[in-house]
């Protein structure tokens, strides 16, 4: 471990200051300035820039300000109309109408329609989009009546409040003509040259160096977007990317890309905002997932050794401070709406208790005291992870497990990981998105499609999870649809095919100059269209 407890504690203490009043100005009555290139820090390429394909922040980064969904979220959080301006439910649930904006463009110069929504959301959501597989599962057509009316049609009932909930992550809408009849759209040239209707156009992707997007002239809202240009720029060393900020070459590095030492630094220098605003509809746990089909991990026994085996609360004081706790199972405590009163069995510190559950599951202590050994790889998306990966590493070796840490670059690990499955342990984060039928159960959902980023690709099927998870998701009863996410979380936290241990909320570090930042829960995923910058 690089970092002491008291520089641990020095440095979360330090954050904590300087995002307790985050914005230092209030920049409301400025007029916005018209041009500038606003630089972000990259810093895990997932080799994939469209988000109806993958949902996530790294692919929400770039190609959430070149794609737009139906729905956002405001500043309050509230579901706010983009490419759709209105939407009704049927009384049953089984139909829900979408009227579309008019006089919307593709990029290319083709007429955003109706025919674009039923594309996506029946080849894209449906069958390939990480969460959109369980989320539309019983989505069996969309109708396009008229260009400017899409009508989803399910087989059993989807809560308005949960697809509204779900579509500013994955409501992200391509171009039909670009994708149909182009043969597998997982390969299709432009997932690496999108073409959208958002405020901004691609230009190129030079891999490992940088994407570039420029200002969409012939965009739908009045006097936006203000940049002239967006450079997202690769630095894989977070300390790199720190410097480079102090240097004025980075202007933005999200989703907690810094270390914790740098955050606090930048944090007391009054040219930049570190703070968790504007990620508060991003909250994220740190996660162990294991796969089934090692012998040893399809054991409960040895899972459950594992969790014992490590001292969260000290990792916790050590590492990561004042933005960090215990957590307790896959629905987070900041979900108000969801967050049950038990959350099932919770597996605390306890190393003799491991070493007990080992011997009982058949893997006693062998020559030098090993019992076996596993394979761990890290998400290379924060130091948190980095860090928490050392510390499994170093807490199994105190009850006789082995790991081998195998670190990787981003689109490594996803295809490692979800498509070869070829991992022992693998540790990252799972993102709530405010619901937990949005990116939540789609962890435990068996039947997930072989390559789909943050599914179940652990080699578990559970058919009272599944049964669980597809009543939750059908369920219009509020009060019933909460009891059935109990059940839930005290089943996950059974079977722990996944162990989320830790919450947190990301860190964002964003130069002085940006205006218009933070302003939404999702903000480093939302489009940017009223970012500018100050001279």
Not at 251 to 271: C, E, N, Q, V
Not at 439 to 461: D, E, L
């Amino acid at each position: 471990m690089d970092m002491t407890r008291r520089a641990a504690l020095l440095t979360s203490a330090a954050i904590a200051s300087s995002v307790a009043f985050p914005m230092r100005s209030l920049f409301a009555q400025e007029t916005p300035r018209k041009g500038g290139v606003f630089t972000v820090h990259y810093g895990a390429e997932q080799r994939q820039l469209n988000p109806s394909l993958q949902a996530s922040t790294g692919v929400y980064i770039i190609g959430g300000k070149i794609q737009e969904q139906l729905v956002d979220l405001d500043a309050a959080g509230n579901p706010v109309g983009v490419l759709a301006t209105s939407w009704e439910a049927a009384p049953d649930g089984k139909t829900i109408t979408f009227k579309l904006r008019d006089g919307v463009k593709w990029h290319d110069g083709r007429p955003f329609t109706s025919a674009d929504v039923q594309f996506t959301a029946m080849e894209m959501w449906k069958k390939i989009l990480n969460y959109g597989t369980t989320l539309q599962l019983f989505l069996t057509a969309v109708d396009t009546p008229d260009p400017l009316t899409a009508v989803f049609r399910y087989e059993r009932p989807m809560p308005l409040n949960l697809l509204l909930r779900a579509l500013p992550d994955l409501g992200y809408i391509s171009p039909r003509h670009i994708y149909e009849g182009k043969g597998d759209i997982r390969q299709n040239p432009a997932n690496l040259a999108p073409i959208g209707t958002g405020p901004f156009k691609f230009v190129t992707y030079e891999r490992g160096q940088h994407v570039i997007a420029d200002r969409n002239a012939d965009y739908w809202r009045p006097n936006a977007p203000h940049l002239d240009r967006i450079v997202w720029r690769v630095v894989t060393d977070r300390a790199a990317a720190a410097a480079q900020m102090e240097a004025g070459q980075i202007h933005y590095s999200p989703f907690s890309g810094l270390t914790i030492s740098d955050a606090a630094r930048l944090g007391k220098d009054p040219r930049f905002i570190v703070s968790t605003k504007g990620n508060e509809g991003n909250a994220r746990t740190n996660t162990i997932e294991f796969n089934f089909r090692r012998k040893e991990l399809a054991d409960i026994r040895v899972r459950r050794a594992i969790a014992h085996a490590l001292d969260i609360p000290f990792f916790i004081e050590n590492f990561l401070g004042d933005f960090a706790k215990r957590g307790t199972g896959p629905v987070p405590s900041v979900s108000t709406d969801f967050y049950p009163a038990d959350n099932g069995p919770q597996y605390p510190f306890d190393k003799k208790r491991a070493a007990a559950l080992l011997d009982e599951a058949g893997f006693k202590a062998g020559a030098g005291g090993t019992r076996f050994s596993l394979r761990l790889l890290p998400a290379p998306w924060g130091e948190d992870i980095t860090l928490f990966a050392t510390f499994i590493q170093q807490s199994l070796a105190d009850v006789g497990i082995r790991v081998e840490v195998v670190r990787t670059d981003g689109g490594g690990y996803l295809k490692q990981v979800y498509d070869d499955h070829a991992f022992d342990l693998a540790t990252g984060w799972h993102q709530y998105r405010n619901d937990p039928a949005v990116s939540t159960t789609v962890w435990y959902r068996s039947g997930q499609p072989k390559g789909a980023p943050w599914t179940n690709q652990w080699g578990w099927a559970n058919p009272q999870m599944d049964k669980i998870i597809d009543d939750a998701a059908t369920e219009v009863d509020v009060a019933k649809r909460k009891a059935l996410y109990g059940d839930f979380v005290r089943l996950a936290n059974t079977e722990i095919p996944i162990w989320t241990p830790i919450e947190q909320i990301f860190l964002t570090a964003i130069s002085a100059k940006a205006r218009n930042h933070s302003n939404t829960p999702r903000w480093g995923s939302s489009s940017w269209h009223d970012l500018w910058l100050a001279e």
